[in-house]
Every structure is written in C-alpha cells, then in structure tokens.
C-alpha cells in the first residue's frame, strides 16, 4: 500500500498564494497518476488537478491559469502551486494516486490538508 502524507495548507487572503506538497512512500509498484482532488463543506469531493504518466495534465476549469501541478518522479511528490485563491477555493485537499499493482489498479487517498481562503 502507498502512504501519502500532503503538507502546506493553511489560511490565505483573497489574492494570496499556497503552495501544497504530497510525498507518496517508496513502494515497488508503478504509480502511474497522482491527483489533488478538495471538497467544500456541503459539496461533494471534486478533481483540481491531475498528472499522469506521460506528464499529462489536467486541471479543472475552475483552477485554470491560477493552479499548477507538478511532479517530481526521482522524489516521489506532487505539488500544487496556488495562485489568486479565491474563497471559493476554501476547502480540504487531498492528494490521489493510482497504482499499478499486480491484479490491477488501486488507489490512495492522504489524510487531507485544510486551506481557507478569507479577509
């Protein structure tokens, strides 16, 4: 099974940046996607943005040109630079990766990180 520990949210002005990190554990199966979803209170969790092998990514609509996700494969971690946050950004998020195992794909979820967005 892959651990993942996510680290770097926090509280942020309107305008302001964060910059969220995910170490996934060393492991000999392939993680061939790794993804920060987040979920709002009373909403359900949604996808923010996604690499996948290949480095193809995928953000979603709402984050685009404001969000960057990038991977660093030698150091088994994601990031996710924020910028311009808004409050409707406030959220919990979590860092996904799917696995490659033996009988097929798996996936794991991280504990999650808290990042609010308020003046």
């Known amino acids: 099974q892959v651990q993942l520990v996510e680290s770097g949210g926090g509280l942020v002005e309107p305008g302001g940046s964060l910059r969220l990190s995910c170490v996934a554990s060393?492991?000999?199966?392939?993680?061939?996607?790794m993804a920060w979803y987040r979920q709002a209170p009373g909403k359900e969790r949604e996808l923010v943005a996604r690499?996948?092998?290949?480095?193809?990514?995928d953000y979603t609509d709402s984050v685009k040109g404001r969000f960057t996700i990038s991977k660093d494969a030698a150091k088994n971690t994601v990031s996710l630079q924020m910028n311009s946050l808004q409050p409707e950004d406030t959220g919990v998020y979590y860092c996904?990766?799917?696995?490659?195992?033996?009988?097929?794909?798996?996936?794991?979820w991280g504990q999650g990180t808290q990042v609010t967005v308020s003046s």
């Open positions: 060393r492991s000999a199966f392939t993680i061939v996607a």
């Open positions: 690499v996948r092998t290949g480095d193809r990514i």
């Open positions: 996904n990766a799917i696995i490659k195992y033996t009988l097929g794909p798996g996936s794991s």
